[in-house]
């Protein structure tokens, strides 16, 4: 059963320089366009029968650049389709400086009950080297704002080893962060990805990252700093106090199947991964011919699942559970695993506790090798 749903909005008021994500500049007429496209693409899907599901996340690009009216009519469009009740995680990602009172009264209004917030980094000159058009005091006010309309559940997600940023500064953006004293936070590593403004200048020689060591000690505080403001590390790059813990992004970890609408969004359906049309003119437009907006489907093998159980499953500090491993797929992890489970053990990047498979203070910092390690060969019998 089909638990989850995410749903794309690919516009944002300036593109960041470092997103490879879908993304237009926001139109007003163009943004109509699309979501009259979205409602009819989850009608597709849906039908006229209202669907239960577990958990909902609008992301993007940046949901909040939506004019208020075409907010409302969004989180209608998302009612139209899905029960949404009180034990749904629903969440919306938000940019601070773009939350109007009048969005945020109505969050509650449609059932949206918690907030991702793209802070990035809590430095102004910084937020202007990532073409970020908020400010720290942004931050602030939006955090205070959704306080005051009983909006507490909210995460804030931040970037490290960025261009020019030492230890010290990364040190410091952390303890600004825990003191919002917010029940979630996620940080990534910057990544310079193509057909991004930072890629070009990284190819020109003009910009680039802190050394790995470097990065390796910001993550390593990250973890240390979390961890003493009593957030639980339970994913790679997420932490949170207990009972906070992104039940969305959970369903991807645990290999579970979900919905994906809206332009370049991916979905995992009846055992098929499902990609969207990313240009907007193409998704809009195969959806006004009647047709599903996918750019492709990949049928998923008994193979791949197994791989991805366990680079997914690994990602979460629990790990992954060996007797949950056997029911999904009748095999034995550590048969069909031997040498690689002794040999990432034996290196000290691998460990089982209480019934579960999972890496290592250690492994983590050289998680894709221990992903890479679970790659089967072609022609082995599953």
Known sequence: MIQAVYIHIPFCHEICHYCDFTKNYYNETVADQYLDALHKEMHMYIGNEKKKVRTIYIGGGTPTSLS????RRLLSIVNQYFEVSANLEFTVEA??????????????????????????????EFLKMLNRNHKVIDVERTVEGLHQNDMHNISMDFIYA??????????????????????????????IEPKTVFYMRYKKGKLSKPPEEIEALMYETLVEEMEIAGLHHYEISNFGKPGFE???????????????????????????????????NHYMKRIAEGEKPVLHEELITKKEKIEEEMFLGLRK????????????????IEDLYKYEVEMLKTKGWLEEVNGYLRMTKDGKLFGNDVFSSFLLEEGVKI
Not at 104 to 124: A, E
Not at 166 to 172: D, K, Y
Not at 319 to 329: A, C, N, T, W
């Open 68 to 71: 208020d009216k075409q907010f």
């Open 95 to 124: 940019n601070p400086g773009e939350f109007s009172q009048e969005k945020m009264k109505m969050l509650q209004q449609f059932g949206v009950n918690r907030i991702s917030l793209g802070v990035q980094v809590l430095d102004d």
């Open 162 to 191: 960025l261009p020019n940023q030492t230890l010290e500064h990364f040190h410091h953006t952390l303890k600004q962060a825990i003191g919002y004293n917010l029940p979630h936070y996620s940080a990534y590593a910057l990544q």
């Open 246 to 280: 992104s039940q969305h992004n959970l369903t991807y970890w645990d290999n579970q199947h979900y919905y994906g609408f809206g332009a370049g969004a991916h979905g995992y359906l009846a055992n098929k991964r499902i990609v969207n049309l990313r240009p907007l």
């Open 317 to 332: 500090s629990e790990g992954v559970s060996i007797q949950r491993f056997y029911d999904k797929y009748d095999l034995n």
